[in-house]
């Protein structure tokens, strides 16, 4: 699995939604994982989960599970 560090040059995106705001979370894949880091201090380590547990939360945010009330 690569670490972190191996993902420092690599593809990390933010979401179209963003509007290019810093208070983001960046995405990237890799090593068979899906990491995330906050985009306004990418110096601080990321975050890692398997791409089937990154698949259930993006489902679970479209179903509104999330959401305030």
Not at 11 to 33: D, I, L
Not at 34 to 57: C, E, G, L, N, Y
Request: hydrophobic share 35%.
């Amino acid at each position: 699995m690569k670490n972190r560090d191996d993902l420092t040059h690599g593809a990390w995106f933010k979401s179209s939604y963003s509007n290019g705001q810093s208070a983001c979370v960046e995405v990237a894949r890799g090593g068979g994982a899906v990491w995330f880091r906050d985009s306004k201090d990418t110096a601080r380590p990321a975050i890692h989960s398997s791409q089937a547990a990154f698949s259930s939360f993006i489902a679970a945010v479209g179903r509104g599970e999330f959401d305030k009330t």
